[in-house]
């Protein structure tokens, strides 16, 4: 849900900050990059709150893990892990071919 948060956000940013400068804006509109990373800091802060409160309420109360799901918990984050893997590559190719801000060089770990 993230990711999907954060693309939409990128989408609608990358829309205005390619419109030309007008009246209101004389020097265009370069700071929504700015603005949408502060959203998506904002939504991953709040995701992180909601993941962290979670489990520990959850170990707090008495839950216990059930065996028939930690398999399919594990395959999930390792395709998940893959799937990350393959979308920095693309991003970083996508950086590399655009140059686009939203995009920043470095800003990837490498595996």
Do not use: Q, W
Request: charged share 15%; aromatic share 10%; glycine share 6%.
């Amino acid at each position: 849900m993230s990711d999907n948060a954060s693309s939409a956000a990128i989408y609608l940013a990358s829309k205005i900050t390619s419109k030309p400068p007008d009246e209101l804006h004389p020097y265009g509109h370069g700071k929504s990059v700015n603005v949408t990373a502060f959203i998506i800091g904002l939504i991953l802060l709040i995701i992180t709150a909601l993941l962290t409160y979670e489990p520990i309420n959850r170990i707090i109360s008495g839950y216990s893990i059930i065996a028939k799901y930690a398999l399919l918990a594990v395959s999930v984050l390792v395709l998940t892990c893959v799937m990350k893997k393959l979308l920095t590559r693309y991003a970083l190719r996508l950086y590399k071919d655009t140059g686009s801000p939203f995009v920043p060089r470095g800003s990837f770990p490498s595996f």
